[in-house]
């Protein structure tokens, strides 16, 4: 079993900036890909960022050249630096990471959520 925990959530004005973290405890020696979904009153959960153990990143058009994700394989957190937000960056923001053997992912955990709100 994996367990995640998320902080730094808050409220921030709009052109503010927050650092999300999430650390990965438990059997986590086999995660591969971490990650950064939202989810906004009324809609889906959307992503927003993911990374791989090798450094590979993908991020949602929303929040391309505005967010940044990052990670420390040792202690198995990711993070998500997040610059110039807006209103409509206000949401739920959950923490992901996958398990994999041998290629395929066999566990998909997340975390409780974080909330972070943009004021105009």
């Known amino acids: 079993q994996v367990q995640l925990v998320e902080s730094g959530g808050g409220l921030v004005q709009a052109g503010g900036s927050l650092r999300l973290s999430c650390a990965a405890s438990?059997?986590?020696?086999?995660?591969?890909?971490m990650g950064w979904y939202r989810q906004a009153p009324g809609r889906q959960r959307e992503l927003v960022a993911t990374?791989?153990?090798?450094?590979?990143?993908n991020y949602a058009d929303s929040v391309k050249g505005r967010f940044t994700i990052s990670r420390d394989n040792t202690k198995n957190t990711v993070y998500l630096q997040m610059n110039s937000l807006k209103p409509e960056d206000t949401a739920v923001f959950y923490c992901?990471?996958?398990?994999?053997?041998?290629?395929?992912?066999?566990?998909?955990?997340w975390g409780q959520g974080t909330q972070v709100t943009v004021s105009s």
């Open positions: 438990g059997r986590a020696f086999s995660i591969n890909a």
């Open positions: 990374i791989t153990s090798g450094g590979g990143t």
């Open positions: 992901n990471a996958e398990e994999e053997q041998d290629g395929l992912t066999i566990g998909r955990y």
